[in-house]
């Protein structure tokens, strides 16, 4: 009976992701941890046995405005909120950037997904680290010289803005050369990467059969 009961319940092992080759360097019950040889990103599986404190994953105006004011608050920014079908699981995926001191980016991307009474959110980290800004530098150029951004007393004008709320200022805004059709000309870019391994967990995220009996996080 103990072992049928542990076969329906929710665990860290209930998903997998590829791991890319990277060396593991946590495996708790709470989290599963890989890091890339140069020790300068992070994926992670991360199992909560907690209610999630999501607001709802039906609503994604109601989403972006939540994790708007949570990034905010720490001087980030937002650059993607949006819900997305994993293999018939409602998820939140995220991406976030947060300055570094003293120069550069950290981008935090996430897969949230809730259950009822349990959740999983799938992290990559990844820094900017040696010369930073080159990408920001480049396009910065290429708009002005298009007349995409212009410039005034009180700096670029057109470069910063909340990709889903023109009107919101706080925090470090996403800025244009964050936008993916960039990523292909930085291709070893933090944010390039983020995305791309990001795009690989989508499709190869694996969801056990017990997951199946687990009630769903319907706010």
């Known amino acids: 009976m103990f072992n049928l009961f542990n076969r329906n319940k929710a665990t860290i092992n209930s998903i997998s992701i590829p791991d890319f080759g990277w060396i593991q360097d946590k495996n708790e019950e709470g989290i599963k941890l890989w890091m890339n040889p140069e020790q300068t990103r992070a994926i992670s ?6 209610k999630p404190d999501l607001p709802t994953i039906k609503d994604v105006t109601v989403l972006r405005d939540f994790y708007r004011n ?3 608050a720490h001087n980030g920014g937002i650059v993607q909120v949006d819900l997305v079908d994993l293999k018939g699981y409602t998820a939140v995926k995220t991406i976030f950037k947060i300055p570094q001191e003293p120069t550069g980016m950290t981008y935090l991307a996430s897969l949230t997904i809730p259950f009822a009474t349990c959740s999983y959110v799938v992290k990559i980290q990844a820094p900017e680290v040696g010369t930073t800004g080159m990408r920001d530098t480049f396009i910065v150029g290429k708009l002005m010289q298009e007349g995409v951004i212009t410039t005034n007393d009180d700096g670029l004008q057109g470069w910063f803005g909340d990709p889903y709320d023109p009107t919101f200022t706080k925090g470090t805004l996403m800025n244009k050369s964050d936008e993916e ?3 292909a000309d930085f291709p070893n870019h933090p944010l390039s990467e983020t995305r791309k391994w990001m795009k ?3 499709a190869e995220i694996v969801f056990k059969k017990e997951l199946e009996k687990i009630k769903r996080f319907e706010r």
């Open 181 to 183: 059709i960039y990523d």
């Open 200 to 202: 690989q967990i989508e």
């Open 45 to 50: 599986i991360n199992f909560f046995n907690l």
């Open 70 to 72: 949570q990034i905010s």
